[in-house]
């Protein structure tokens, strides 16, 4: 069964203090990676796919990495917008294509 | 805006009550997806349809009814539901339902159950 855990599972961060989220997964054959972002009150919006161990894709301050059991979001200098829920999600060659399996995702706060 | 469009945004119905949840996507997609979020845990994949033909039904309780009458629209029927059903419901497409997991989401549906 492909399982997908994130931590933490929430994180503050102030404006500017870089850090990042992990994604550790399970999954019999990695079809491809995925990171979303929340709003409160919103659907996920989607962020990038991963689709090999070693690859990374970057947008503005987010860049994501992916290795053969986790994938980090890594965000450089916050500000208080990327404040969101981060999900991640994978999903795998033998289930069929739609099926995404997602973590419980990473509430992030980045303070003023 | 995404261009999936979900309507109502948020619904209380009694457990007897009969309600419809719709979904209409302006992306030209081809597969969409209904997917419930209930709060500290994981979305879940309920149904998905593929040029309107169901693929997957992921064990859902007949009280939840989905019908797509085509590529560009998705409605939920709801139907004596129970307290533990209230959640947000989100829809979602995709170019096609084989494809990889790039989906659009819609803002959702939040429902309450008395």
């Known amino acids: 069964e492909d399982q997908v855990t994130q931590s933490p599972e929430a994180l503050r961060l102030q404006e500017g203090e870089s850090s990042s989220l992990n994604c550790s997964y399970t999954?019999?054959?990695?079809?491809?990676l995925f990171w979303y972002r929340q709003d409160p009150g919103k659907g996920p919006e989607f962020l990038f796919t991963?689709?090999?161990a070693g690859e990374e894709k970057e947008k503005e301050r987010l860049k994501a990495t992916l290795t053969k059991k986790e994938s980090f979001l890594h965000i450089t200098a916050p500000k208080p917008e990327d404040s969101a829920t981060y999900l991640c999600?994978?999903?795998?060659?033998?289930?069929?294509?739609?099926?995404?399996?997602f973590g419980e995702g990473t509430q992030l706060t980045v303070n003023p | 805006e995404t261009g999936v469009t979900q309507t109502p945004r948020h619904l209380v119905m009694g457990m007897t009550n009969k309600k419809s949840l719709k979904c209409e996507q302006h992306?030209?997609?081809?597969?969409m997806y209904w997917y419930k979020q209930s709060a500290k845990k994981p979305l879940e994949l309920m149904f998905v349809?593929?040029?309107?033909?169901?693929?997957e039904n992921n064990s859902v309780p007949s009280r939840f009814s989905p019908e797509c009458p085509n590529s560009s629209h998705l409605f939920l029927h709801l139907h004596t539901l129970q307290p533990e059903d209230s959640a947000l419901y989100l829809c979602?497409?995709?170019?096609?339902?084989?494809?990889?997991?790039?989906?659009?989401f819609g803002e959702g549906s939040r429902l309450t159950v008395l």
């Open positions: 991963l689709y090999s």
């Open positions: 992306l030209g997609h081809n597969a």
């Open positions: 999600a994978v999903q795998a060659y033998e289930t069929s294509g739609s099926r995404l399996t």
């Open positions: 349809y593929n040029f309107k033909e169901q693929t």
């Open positions: 979602a497409s995709s170019r096609t339902s084989g494809g990889a997991g790039e989906l659009f």
């Open positions: 999954v019999s054959g990695l079809r491809g």
